[in-house]
């Protein structure tokens, strides 16, 4: 058989136009404006906030590549020597380190990086509603309950993300990161299992890459290095959040996979643990990004080796998931009525699922809003990766457009940091908390795709031309450059002030400490502990004045006798256009229909809001209504309902927690006293949840 011509040698296959055409999508994703597409008239504030941040985010990455590419021109212009070959000498370095030892080290980096955040940024506190509400959950299950039973009017103790179950108290969250949370609690910090996570996340990672780029060590290890130091991975495993958890066992796929492919079918049950783990953690990514991490793995040997090959992995993969399915529906049915209900079905209703519908905040996702909050998420992923001012995804589309010789083992990653996109396109919620945090399980396959993409772009056999090839290394070095200022910069930024703890524990013990939140929250937690679907309580403050849905919350406290008062439950974005949001303390304002008079029920909740207010959510999980807790923190419901809730703490002293007005401490005040502030007095007063 004659050799093939060159002409036939260089038509392109399949692969390379999924390639060129994954790159053509990442230079699309970095540069155009994909989230102007976002309606706030059809996706309410979700939308108004991930735009202008998307914006924000867009301009950096706009400019930064100006900046940058105009630098590295006259770089390869002015400066004979090669940068590439100053990188290539440098990891050369790292790959006479052993695999092992390598692995110890990133892991090692990653985990010191993460705790530092934690406690130097964080202050090892909560950053977010979800994590308080984990950890509530977390310190729940070490007082040997699944579920809490609440003493008195639930409406004390309900907060958000959370629900009522015949058993009690329960979050809507999947097990195993809570159950990890409550491990670190148990051994005095709960804080350390982010780092853990990320350390572990990194040291397997590394493992991974070596057995994906055999051909590639100097890669490799590069590849594990900024997967362990990349800022946004480093940022966001600081706080409690389950990602870092997630993507530690998304590594543990990869490798155990790698470990089965190479070394025998016993791996893939340690493949199958991994998974189940993973879905135990984040159960969509969980399943997406796992059948594409094996299947990407597996699937080029099992069409060589056949069905037997297949059938023991396959086999081995079960088994060492069943255990992790047990726990998962188990968990479901103990706590949510069925085994394959999920906490947040249970809690916000079938609207919390996946696909093209209106999200359970009446905001409309459809395939222009997926489109438009993809584009949010790879713009912002792009700038956040590295904290570097050229997007991080522009090197990478860049290196697949221009066809540049990659290694052999560049499909999975590329498989795995798509996967991730394309999974969280098909579901209504896209956070950009310290970052598109849904992403987050992918970045160590984007960290290992820049590095790739970088080398094969600056490499002397890359076909582009020299110039070209010598911007390309500089545009990379100088990124490493901006990400090494800006990182430090950015986390500063979110350095949290002092924990609420110290004026709790004021109150000394046995207490009930009674916190005074906003009359919406109060509002807010009566009806979800009436019965109301956490969609239908959030549709209920934002298209009703504030006083209707307060009175008909007491409608349903009173058992729902007589007319109900009318209440606007048809789902749809933003707050109904006929009401406005009127202060009744420093950020805190209530939706009232204007000229609407208040009745005397109505004047009390909003007056006794006129000192401030005191928000539930960061106290609950530290002091919870767990049986024989010293100090237990409840909402503020009003003079008679608190009568009611102290009755089932005999001995405790009552204690109000108050807001210490603008710039001063919250502080903690004798109960009469604290009544008698709020509410003009602490008994024989009707109204206020009596």
């Given at each position: 058989?004659?050799?093939?011509?060159?002409?036939?040698?260089?038509?392109?296959?399949?692969?390379?136009?999924?390639?060129?055409?994954?790159?053509?999508?990442?230079?699309?994703?970095?540069?155009?404006?994909?989230?102007?597409?976002?309606?706030?008239?059809?996706?309410?504030?979700?939308?108004?906030?991930?735009?202008?941040?998307?914006?924000?985010?867009?301009?950096?990455?706009?400019?930064?590549?100006?900046?940058?590419?105009?630098?590295?021109v006259?770089?390869?212009?002015?400066?004979?020597?090669?940068?590439?070959?100053?990188?290539?000498?440098?990891?050369?370095?790292?790959?006479?380190?052993?695999?092992?030892?390598?692995?110890?080290?990133a892991?090692?980096?990653a985990f010191?990086?993460?705790?530092g955040?934690?406690?130097?940024?964080?202050?090892?506190?909560?950053?977010?509603?979800?994590?308080m509400?984990?950890?509530?959950?977390?310190?729940?299950?070490?007082?040997g309950?699944?579920?809490?039973?609440?003493?008195?009017?639930?409406?004390?103790?309900?907060?958000?993300?959370?629900?009522?179950t015949?058993?009690?108290?329960?979050?809507?969250?999947?097990?195993?990161?809570?159950?990890?949370?409550?491990?670190?609690?148990?051994?005095?910090?709960?804080?350390?299992?982010?780092?853990?996570?990320?350390?572990t996340g990194a040291?397997?990672?590394?493992?991974?890459?070596?057995?994906?780029?055999?051909?590639?060590?100097?890669?490799?290890?590069?590849?594990?290095?900024?997967?362990?130091?990349?800022?946004?991975?480093?940022?966001?495993?600081?706080?409690?959040?389950?990602?870092?958890?997630?993507?530690?066992?998304?590594?543990?796929?990869?490798?155990?996979?790698?470990?089965?492919?190479d070394?025998?079918?016993?791996?893939?049950?340690?493949?199958?643990?991994?998974?189940?783990?993973?879905?135990?953690?984040?159960?969509?990514?969980?399943?997406?990004?796992?059948?594409v991490?094996l299947?990407?793995?597996?699937?080029?040997?099992?069409?060589?080796?056949?069905?037997?090959?297949?059938?023991?992995?396959?086999?081995?993969?079960?088994?060492?998931?069943?255990?992790?399915?047990?726990?998962?529906?188990?968990?479901?049915?103990?706590?949510?009525?069925?085994?394959?209900?999920?906490?947040?079905?249970?809690?916000?209703?079938?609207?919390?699922?996946?696909?093209?519908?209106?999200?359970?905040?009446?905001?409309?996702?459809?395939?222009?809003?997926?489109?438009?909050?993809?584009?949010?998420?790879?713009?912002?992923?792009?700038?956040t990766?590295?904290e570097?001012?050229?997007?991080?995804?522009?090197?990478?589309?860049?290196?697949?457009?221009?066809?540049?010789?990659?290694?052999?083992?560049?499909?999975?990653?590329?498989?795995?940091?798509?996967?991730?996109?394309g999974?969280n396109?098909?579901?209504?919620h896209?956070?950009?908390?310290?970052?598109?945090?849904?992403?987050?399980?992918?970045?160590?396959?984007?960290?290992?795709?820049?590095?790739?993409?970088?080398?094969?772009?600056?490499?002397?056999?890359?076909?582009?031309?020299?110039?070209?090839?010598?911007?390309?290394?500089?545009?990379?070095?100088?990124?490493?450059?901006?990400?090494?200022v800006?990182?430090?910069?950015?986390?500063?930024?979110?350095?949290?002030?002092?924990?609420?703890?110290?004026?709790?524990?004021?109150?000394?013990s046995?207490?009930?400490?009674?916190?005074?939140?906003?009359?919406?929250?109060?509002?807010?937690?009566?009806?979800?502990?009436?019965?109301?679907?956490?969609?239908?309580?959030e549709?209920?403050?934002?298209?009703?004045?504030?006083?209707?849905?307060?009175?008909?919350?007491?409608?349903?406290?009173?058992?729902?006798?007589?007319?109900?008062?009318?209440?606007?439950?048809r789902?749809?974005?933003?707050?109904?256009?006929?009401?406005?949001?009127?202060l009744?303390?420093?950020?805190?304002?209530?939706?009232?229909?204007?000229?609407?008079?208040?009745?005397?029920?109505?004047?009390?909740?909003?007056r006794?809001?006129?000192?401030?207010?005191?928000?539930?959510?960061?106290?609950?999980?530290?002091?919870?209504?767990?049986?024989?807790?010293?100090?237990?923190?409840?909402?503020?419901?009003?003079?008679?309902?608190?009568?009611?809730?102290?009755?089932?703490?005999?001995?405790?002293?009552?204690?109000v927690?108050?807001?210490?007005?603008?710039?001063?401490?919250?502080?903690?005040?004798?109960?009469?006293?604290?009544?008698?502030?709020?509410?003009?007095?602490?008994?024989?007063?009707?109204?206020?949840?009596?």
């Amino acid at each position: 058989m004659s050799a093939p011509s060159p002409s036939q040698r260089s038509l392109p296959t399949p692969v390379d136009a999924m390639r060129g055409l994954a790159g053509a999508a990442l230079l699309v994703a970095a540069y155009a404006p994909l989230h102007r597409l976002l309606d706030p008239a059809r996706t309410g504030l979700a939308g108004s906030a991930t735009r202008a941040s998307a914006e924000a985010a867009w301009t950096l990455g706009a400019w930064g590549t100006v900046v940058v590419a105009g630098l590295a021109v006259a770089a390869a212009v002015l400066v004979r020597s090669d940068p590439a070959s100053w990188g290539a000498r440098a990891a050369r370095r790292l790959a006479l380190v052993p695999a092992g030892l390598f692995a110890a080290g990133a892991a090692g980096t990653a985990f010191v990086l993460s705790a530092g955040v934690a406690r130097g940024v964080f202050l090892g506190e909560p950053t977010s509603v979800d994590e308080m509400v984990q950890l509530l959950h977390a310190r729940v299950l070490l007082s040997g309950n699944c579920a809490l039973p609440l003493p008195g009017d639930a409406a004390a103790w309900m907060v958000q993300n959370s629900l009522l179950t015949p058993r009690g108290w329960a979050s809507v969250y999947p097990p195993l990161h809570t159950l990890l949370l409550a491990g670190g609690m148990a051994l005095g910090g709960s804080w350390l299992v982010g780092p853990m996570a990320a350390g572990t996340g990194a040291g397997l990672a590394s493992l991974a890459f070596v057995r994906l780029l055999p051909e590639r060590p100097v890669l490799a290890r590069a590849a594990g290095a900024l997967a362990a130091v990349a800022p946004f991975g480093v940022l966001l495993a600081g706080t409690h959040l389950s990602h870092a958890t997630a993507a530690a066992f998304a590594a543990l796929v990869l490798w155990a996979a790698l470990k089965a492919r190479d070394e025998g079918a016993g791996w893939g049950a340690a493949a199958g643990a991994a998974t189940g783990a993973f879905v135990c953690t984040r159960p969509w990514t969980g399943m997406v990004l796992s059948t594409v991490l094996l299947a990407s793995v597996w699937g080029p040997p099992a069409l060589r080796r056949g069905i037997a090959w297949t059938a023991r992995r396959g086999a081995a993969l079960a088994a060492g998931g069943a255990p992790f399915a047990l726990l998962l529906l188990g968990w479901n049915h103990l706590l949510f009525g069925s085994p394959l209900r999920l906490g947040y079905e249970a809690a916000f209703g079938p609207a919390h699922g996946l696909g093209f519908h209106r999200d359970p905040w009446g905001n409309a996702y459809g395939v222009r809003e997926a489109l438009a909050y993809t584009g949010s998420d790879l713009t912002h992923l792009g700038v956040t990766l590295l904290e570097s001012p050229l997007p991080a995804l522009a090197l990478v589309g860049l290196a697949l457009v221009a066809a540049v010789r990659l290694p052999a083992g560049w499909g999975p990653l590329l498989a795995w940091a798509l996967a991730g996109v394309g999974a969280n396109a098909a579901y209504w919620h896209h956070g950009i908390h310290l970052g598109p945090r849904m992403l987050y399980e992918t970045i160590p396959a984007w960290a290992a795709l820049w590095v790739v993409s970088a080398a094969a772009l600056g490499e002397p056999s890359s076909r582009l031309p020299p110039l070209l090839r010598r911007g390309a290394a500089w545009a990379a070095l100088l990124s490493l450059a901006g990400a090494a200022v800006l990182a430090p910069a950015r986390a500063l930024e979110y350095r949290s002030g002092a924990p609420p703890a110290p004026a709790v524990q004021a109150a000394g013990s046995p207490a009930v400490v009674f916190a005074h939140g906003s009359w919406a929250s109060r509002v807010s937690a009566r009806l979800a502990a009436a019965g109301m679907r956490r969609d239908s309580v959030e549709t209920a403050l934002r298209r009703n004045d504030l006083c209707t849905a307060d009175a008909y919350a007491r409608w349903r406290e009173a058992g729902a006798a007589g007319e109900a008062p009318p209440l606007d439950l048809r789902p749809a974005p933003g707050p109904a256009p006929h009401l406005r949001p009127e202060l009744l303390s420093q950020g805190n304002a209530a939706l009232l229909r204007p000229g609407m008079p208040l009745g005397d029920a109505c004047l009390r909740e909003a007056r006794s809001d006129r000192l401030g207010t005191v928000e539930l959510e960061p106290l609950l999980w530290r002091r919870p209504p767990v049986p024989g807790a010293p100090v237990v923190v409840a909402r503020d419901l009003g003079p008679a309902a608190n009568a009611k809730i102290l009755l089932g703490f005999p001995g405790a002293t009552p204690w109000v927690l108050v807001d210490g007005g603008p710039g001063a401490p919250w502080r903690v005040v004798p109960y009469a006293e604290g009544m008698e502030m709020l509410w003009g007095g602490a008994a024989g007063v009707s109204g206020g949840g009596g």
